[in-house]
């Protein structure tokens, strides 16, 4: 069984930092594209991040582009999303996403259908 848990999310001020982290277990984590998905509160779901299965290529979405690096450590099963320079806007439940298949790379949401619990982001002074 596919199990995606995010940790790290909290209460930052505006301009400060979070890592996100998401420990994977219930498949081989290196073969699979992985990606970070938000809901800001009444909004609809947003793309942030993906990275490729063997971490060689990455994208993001031009709200989070250069503030937000993506990384994953496949030795630790685990997905990272670090976030600088945070801004009110940045405030959303982020989701650890996994694609269904082995594909090289997706940034297709539709292609992602495992997603963890989500961990919330509060940018706030």
């Known amino acids: 069984e596919v199990q995606l848990v995010e940790s790290g999310g909290g209460l930052v001020q505006p301009g400060g930092s979070l890592r996100l982290s998401c420990a994977a277990s219930g498949f081989t984590f290196s073969n699979y594209v992985m990606s970070w998905v938000r809901q800001a509160p009444g909004k609809g779901l947003e793309w942030v991040s993906a990275?490729?299965?063997?971490?060689?290529?990455?994208s993001y979405a031009d709200s989070v582009k250069g503030r937000f690096t993506i990384s994953r450590d496949s030795a630790k099963n685990t997905l990272y999303l670090q976030m600088n320079s945070l801004k009110p806007e940045d405030t959303a439940v982020y989701y650890c996403?996994?694609?269904?298949?082995?594909?090289?790379?997706?940034?297709?949401?539709?292609?992602?259908?495992?997603w963890g619990q989500g961990t919330q982001v509060t940018v706030s002074s």
């Open positions: 990275i490729s299965s063997g971490g060689g290529s990455t």
């Open positions: 996403t996994k694609a269904d298949t082995m594909v090289v790379f997706t940034t297709t949401p539709t292609d992602f259908g495992s």
